[in-house]
């Protein structure tokens, strides 16, 4: 049988960005929170990873490159440009496709 677990969140905005970066991943925040909680059952413990927005590179962050190239004086055109293979490339990473030239 389903159940429902209501959990209460300092304001409104924790839970629209937990919302957001659970979508960003590809999952919605209920799969988030099952998976958190199965995962506190089965192993006893409490575990969490905490990377900076740098360390976790979106869609968000093409989208914040492409603002500041505009800001520097770079055209539109060449900065939609840029997003946009920024964007490939988050999406090869995803697909397991990116080949790393060293």
């Known amino acids: 049988m389903i159940t429902q677990l209501n959990i209460k969140l300092p304001d409104e905005k ?3 960005e937990a919302e957001l970066l ?5 999952f919605s925040l209920g799969s988030i929170m099952r998976a958190f909680l199965l995962h506190f059952i089965r192993t006893r413990k409490v575990t969490f990873s ?6 976790t590179p979106t869609h968000l962050t093409g ?3 492409e603002k500041a190239l505009l ?16 964007d ?3 999406q090869a990473e995803k697909d397991g496709t990116l080949i790393e030239i060293q």
Request: proline letters at 0%; glycine letters at 6%; aromatic letters at 2%.
């Open 63 to 65: 989208i914040m490159l």
């Open 22 to 26: 659970a979508k960003q991943l590809g």
């Open 50 to 55: 905490v990377e900076t927005e740098t360390d």
């Open 14 to 16: 924790t839970k629209r």
């Open 88 to 90: 490939a490339m988050l």
């Open 71 to 86: 800001q520097t004086g770079e055209n539109a055109a060449s900065a939609s440009r840029h997003r946009k293979a920024y």
